[in-house]
């Protein structure tokens, strides 16, 4: 059967099928259009003209769509969608993994909604923006595959000995790559052309044993307005002359003006080939232009388009807010907890006043007694010290802890992820405590 031998990767290619199943099986040509578009992973025709490059070589080559929307306020609000589609030299996980894309220059935002498509969950100010992001993450791609190199998330690298005042003089819109096959750490610097003062950065050479070089390629943050300077240990013996052939060899960067992706009008949700399941369907969907709405158990902290935080459906009294802040006040004070302890009440304490902040009254509490409640002392003492000046003492007022905020608010996704950073909290503890026994 046909079907089974072709596999369309064009829009062409799909109503070349189309044809062929129409005479072979005497099929209405809509209905064939369908079928040769799910040979392509598509839903159906309709899906394969919006996903579908329109002709290619007809070899299936490893591929990436990124997406975002925008609005423009000084357009009437005009909205829009842009999808960048990227032909890859090897699937993107392959080249780096979701974890590190984050540190990827123009990947921050951007969240994978299928194997083959990351979109943007906040909404671009207006086209221009959305393309320039778009392909500024592209020309991260780009350098990603021609060099090798792998971001890193170690930032105490790019100070030559660890110290953070001995930085590389006049560096601007800088990156963090490591050259995988030696370990080598790589600091990438994009300044605005001509801004390093050379004699500055000569004499940090000299003192530090780095060696800083000025490549011909335009970068990744602002091609032709600023300089792509690479720089590492060279002590080490690494070969930095190889790495900025590579770099000099790449082709021309992409740039928005020449926007070579697709764009939409309106906020219709584009759905990769890729996406299969309702699950992916609902991925595929930019958070940014939902309007958000309450649940039995939540609600939004606003119900403006594209709020994604949320808080209980449900109240804590005053009183009961003061005893909660009192006894966070005094966990984080005692020296029987360790610091991991404070790391988590201190993020609860700041969750718990903005929920705080959204149950209370117009006018309730807006003087210097709202900042009382989880960070400043008040008048009097704080009934909690006391019994925080143990351990045991400490564990027993997070239970209590946890059972206020239990008793306040329903169960529901964002209390469940504070209670989580009480249950941390007294884990680390009782740790604390069997390692002191």
Partial sequence: MVIDDLR??????????????????????????????????????RHARRTLPARGTGVQHP?????????????????GRETLSIELARPILNTCSRTLLKQVRGFGNLRMAAPDHFVCDTIAANQDYARER??????????????????????RRAYPNGQADDKLPGSDHSTNWVDPATGQFILVDEPYRRAPDSAERADWMARTGWRVTATNWPGMYYPHSCELHVAT???TGYDLDA??????????????????GVSAAGWETFVSPKAKTPQDHRRARCRGTIYPLATRTSVPYSYNMGCERR???????VAGHIDVGSIIKAVLRTRHRPHGVYRRLNSLRSTLEDWFSLEIGRGQMEGPEFFDVYYREGEGENPYVERASSKDGVLGLLAE??????????????LRAELHLVAMSIRLVERMKANAD
Wanted: hydrophobic content about 45%; aromatic content about 8%.
């Fill in 8 to 45: 369309p990767t064009t829009l062409a290619g799909v109503k070349s099928l189309a044809a062929q199943l129409s005479k072979e099986r005497g099929m209405q040509h809509l209905k064939a259009l369908d079928l040769a578009a799910r040979a392509a992973d598509c839903e159906n025709f």
């Fill in 134 to 155: 778009l392909t500024t993450a592209e020309r991260s791609l780009r350098f990603m595959e021609r060099t090798g190199l792998m971001p890193t998330r170690d930032f």
């Fill in 311 to 317: 808080r209980p459906n449900g109240t804590m009294p």
């Fill in 243 to 260: 790495l900025v052939a590579k770099i000099e060899a790449m082709p021309a960067p992409l740039l928005a003006k020449d926007w070579a």
């Fill in 63 to 79: 591929y990436v769509l990124l997406t975002i929307y925008w609005t423009d306020k000084d357009k009437r609000w005009q909205a």
């Fill in 401 to 414: 802890l946890k059972a206020k905020l239990q008793a306040a608010y329903p169960d529901s996704a964002p």
């Fill in 233 to 235: 240990d060279v002590r």
